[in-house]
Nanobody, 123 residues
Framework: QVQLAESGGGLVQAGDSLRLSCAAS????????MGWFRQAPGKEREFVGS???????NVADSVKGRFTIDRDNAKNTVYLQMNSLKPEDTAVYYC?????????????????WGQGTQVTVSS
Protein backbone atom coordinates (compact mmCIF):
# COMPACT_ATOMS: atom_id res chain seq x y z
CA GLN A 1 0.00 0.00 0.00
CA VAL A 2 1.43 3.36 -1.00
CA GLN A 3 1.81 6.25 1.45
CA LEU A 4 1.84 9.85 0.25
CA ALA A 5 3.29 12.98 1.83
CA GLU A 6 2.76 16.45 0.38
CA SER A 7 5.01 19.44 0.98
CA GLY A 8 5.65 22.91 -0.39
CA GLY A 9 2.50 24.75 0.58
CA GLY A 10 2.49 28.19 2.14
CA LEU A 11 1.29 31.77 2.06
CA VAL A 12 2.01 33.71 -1.13
CA GLN A 13 0.76 36.79 -2.91
CA ALA A 14 -1.33 36.85 -6.06
CA GLY A 15 0.88 36.37 -9.10
CA ASP A 16 3.49 34.32 -7.23
CA SER A 17 4.49 30.72 -7.91
CA LEU A 18 4.68 27.62 -5.74
CA ARG A 19 5.86 24.10 -6.40
CA LEU A 20 4.20 21.34 -4.44
CA SER A 21 5.82 17.97 -4.01
CA CYS A 22 4.33 14.61 -3.15
CA ALA A 23 6.66 11.83 -2.07
CA ALA A 24 5.39 8.28 -2.36
CA SER A 25 6.59 5.28 -0.36
CA UNK A 26 5.56 1.71 0.26
CA UNK A 27 4.61 0.86 -3.30
CA UNK A 28 5.95 0.62 -6.83
CA UNK A 29 5.66 4.24 -7.87
CA UNK A 30 5.83 3.55 -11.59
CA UNK A 31 2.62 1.53 -11.39
CA UNK A 32 0.53 4.44 -10.13
CA UNK A 33 -1.25 7.25 -11.82
CA MET A 34 -0.79 10.30 -9.60
CA GLY A 35 -3.30 13.06 -9.11
CA TRP A 36 -3.63 16.44 -7.43
CA PHE A 37 -6.90 17.66 -5.96
CA ARG A 38 -7.80 20.68 -3.85
CA GLN A 39 -10.48 21.61 -1.39
CA ALA A 40 -11.41 25.13 -0.40
CA PRO A 41 -13.42 25.84 2.77
CA GLY A 42 -17.06 24.92 2.29
CA LYS A 43 -16.48 23.43 -1.15
CA GLU A 44 -16.18 19.97 -2.63
CA ARG A 45 -12.77 18.49 -3.29
CA GLU A 46 -11.98 19.15 -6.93
CA PHE A 47 -9.59 17.78 -9.52
CA VAL A 48 -6.51 19.83 -10.37
CA GLY A 49 -4.34 17.56 -12.48
CA SER A 50 -3.04 14.06 -12.97
CA UNK A 51 -0.17 12.23 -14.63
CA UNK A 52 -0.30 8.66 -15.84
CA UNK A 53 2.40 6.06 -15.61
CA UNK A 54 3.64 7.01 -19.08
CA UNK A 55 3.88 10.69 -18.23
CA UNK A 56 0.77 11.88 -20.04
CA UNK A 57 -0.90 14.66 -18.06
CA ASN A 58 -4.36 16.07 -17.69
CA VAL A 59 -5.17 19.35 -15.93
CA ALA A 60 -8.42 21.02 -15.05
CA ASP A 61 -9.64 23.85 -17.26
CA SER A 62 -9.61 26.20 -14.27
CA VAL A 63 -5.82 25.95 -13.98
CA LYS A 64 -4.81 25.17 -17.55
CA GLY A 65 -1.98 27.42 -18.68
CA ARG A 66 -0.96 28.18 -15.09
CA PHE A 67 -0.42 24.79 -13.41
CA THR A 68 1.61 21.86 -14.66
CA ILE A 69 2.11 18.42 -13.22
CA ASP A 70 5.06 16.10 -13.68
CA ARG A 71 6.63 13.08 -12.06
CA ASP A 72 10.15 11.95 -11.27
CA ASN A 73 10.10 8.17 -11.09
CA ALA A 74 13.69 8.04 -9.83
CA LYS A 75 12.63 10.05 -6.77
CA ASN A 76 9.14 8.53 -6.35
CA THR A 77 7.80 12.07 -6.42
CA VAL A 78 5.10 13.97 -8.27
CA TYR A 79 5.11 17.75 -8.54
CA LEU A 80 2.54 20.45 -9.06
CA GLN A 81 4.00 23.66 -10.42
CA MET A 82 1.63 26.55 -9.82
CA ASN A 83 2.24 29.86 -11.54
CA SER A 84 0.29 33.12 -11.61
CA LEU A 85 -1.53 32.15 -8.45
CA LYS A 86 -4.87 33.75 -7.69
CA PRO A 87 -6.76 34.14 -4.40
CA GLU A 88 -9.29 31.60 -5.67
CA ASP A 89 -6.51 29.00 -5.73
CA THR A 90 -6.50 29.08 -1.93
CA ALA A 91 -7.21 25.55 -0.70
CA VAL A 92 -5.76 22.46 0.86
CA TYR A 93 -4.00 20.55 -1.90
CA TYR A 94 -4.02 16.77 -1.81
CA CYS A 95 -1.94 14.22 -3.62
CA UNK A 96 -3.57 10.93 -4.62
CA UNK A 97 -2.54 7.66 -6.22
CA UNK A 98 -4.41 5.12 -8.31
CA UNK A 99 -3.21 1.74 -9.50
CA UNK A 100 -3.89 2.36 -13.17
CA UNK A 101 -1.97 3.52 -16.22
CA UNK A 102 -3.96 6.46 -17.52
CA UNK A 103 -4.51 9.84 -15.94
CA UNK A 104 -8.01 10.42 -14.67
CA UNK A 105 -9.94 13.26 -13.07
CA UNK A 106 -12.36 10.95 -11.24
CA UNK A 107 -11.88 11.38 -7.52
CA UNK A 108 -13.24 7.94 -6.68
CA UNK A 109 -10.60 6.32 -8.90
CA UNK A 110 -7.95 7.21 -6.30
CA UNK A 111 -7.90 5.01 -3.17
CA UNK A 112 -4.72 6.48 -1.69
CA TRP A 113 -4.46 10.03 -0.38
CA GLY A 114 -2.00 12.24 1.42
CA GLN A 115 -2.80 14.50 4.36
CA GLY A 116 -2.78 17.67 2.29
CA THR A 117 -0.82 20.90 2.30
CA GLN A 118 -2.32 24.37 2.71
CA VAL A 119 -1.89 26.95 -0.03
CA THR A 120 -3.06 30.47 0.73
CA VAL A 121 -2.94 33.21 -1.87
CA SER A 122 -3.44 36.77 -0.68
CA SER A 123 -4.68 39.54 -2.93
Amino acid sequence: QVQLAESGGGLVQAGDSLRLSCAASGGTFTRYTMGWFRQAPGKEREFVGSVGTGGITNVADSVKGRFTIDRDNAKNTVYLQMNSLKPEDTAVYYCAAASRSWATSRRNAYPYWGQGTQVTVSS
